[in-house]
C-alpha cells in the first residue's frame, strides 16, 4: 500500500475528527502522527479498512494530546497559585479544639475526658487512671460525651475552667506517662495566657513550669526514678523556676486564690529550698490546708499527709493517712515512707512490695521494689 493512497485519506480522516469536537489545527496534528505510524506499519501488516483505521489511531493521538496539554495547565495553574517564596503565616487551632470539645452540653468531667482522647491523643486508659475510675467506666463516658455532640453545632466554646483541667490532665499525664505531652501542654497553656485574663491560666503555667524545671533531674541515666528529696538540684531549670515564681506572684497579686495557684505555691516552695532538709514544710502544709479546702479532693488529703509527717514527724503523718480511704492509689506507698521514717523497716518493706504490685506503672513499680529490697537488705544486714 503507497503513501499516496495513505494521503489521500487525510482529508476524510480530518473531517471525521472535526465532527468529534477537535479543533482543526490539533486534528491535523493527530492525523500526521497517524500518517506517520501507518507508513512504518501498513507495508508488513495492511488493515483491511485503511480509513477506518486512521481514524481510530488518529482519535487516540487526539485524545493524549488533549490530555496531555489539560494536565499541563494544570500544572501551571498551581504553580502561578503558590504563594510567594519566603515565611508563610502559621496558623495553630489547637486551642481552638479544646475549647470546641469542652461543649457546653457536656458535663466539665465528660468535656474533658473527651478532649483527652479526641484532641490530647491518651489513651482510654491513662484517662481512667487520671480520674481514678475504672477502664470500662470512663469508656462508657466517653461513648456517651461522643453521643451527646454528635447532633449538635460546635458553634459555641466551652469555658476556660474546663479547658485549664484538660490541659493540667495532658500535662500530668506528658510529665509521668508513657506519651510526652508535657511541653506540648505548656505551650498551649501560654497560648491561654497570652489571650484570656484570667489568675487561674497563670496558676496553671506557674505549677507546669515549676514542675518542668525538675524534669531532668527525676531519672536517673537507667530511666528509674528519683525522688524529690534525693534529686540533684544543680539539675534544675532555674530560668523556668524563676519564670514560673514570677507569674505565680503576679497571680497572687490578684486575691483571687485557686486550685492551680495553691499548687504552684507548693512546688515553688520546693524549688525554693536550696536542699531537700530546707524545704520549709510547715508552710506547704498550710498551702495544702488551702489545696484542701478548694478542692476536697482526697489525693491533696493523701499529699498533705506526706507533708504532715515531714512538718510535724511520721506518726503524725500516719495519723492524717489513717483517716483516709486505703484504696486511693499510692496510699500503700505513703504509709511505706512513713513507717520507714518512724523507723519500722518490717512494716515498710512489707507495704513498699504492696505498693509495687498495685504501682500504675513499670517506672514505679521497679523504684518500689528497690525500696522494698534496700529495707529487707538492711534488715539481713543488721540480725
Known sequence: MDEALIRSLTPGVLTVLGRRGADFAAAEDAVQDALVEAVRGWPDDPPRDPKGWLVTVAWRRFLDAARADTARRRREDRVEEEPAPGPAPGVDDTLQLYFLCAHPSLTPSSAVALTLRAVGGLTTRQIARAYLVP???MAQRISRAKRTVSGVRFDRAGDVATVLRVLYLVFNEGYSGDVDLAAEA?????QLAASVDHPE?????ALMLLHHAR???RTAPDGSLVPLAEQDRGRWDTVSIAEGVRILQTALARDRLGEFQAQA????LHADAPTAGETDWVQIVEWYDELARLTDNPVVRLNRAVAVGEADGPRAGLAELAALDDTLPR?????AYLHERDGDLDTAARLYAEAARKAPDLAERDHLVR??????????QGR
Do not use: C, D, F, Y
Not at 186 to 190: E, S, V
Not at 265 to 268: F, L, R, V, W, Y
Open 186 to 190: 505548656i505551650r498551649l497553656t501560654r
Open 265 to 268: 505555691a507548693i512546688a515553688a
Open 201 to 205: 491560666v497563670a496558676g496553671l503555667l
Open 331 to 335: 496510699h500503700t506507698a505513703v504509709a
Open 135 to 137: 477502664e470500662a467506666t
Open 215 to 217: 524534669r531532668a533531674a
Open 371 to 380: 525500696q522494698a529490697a534496700r529495707l529487707n537488705s538492711r534488715h539481713r
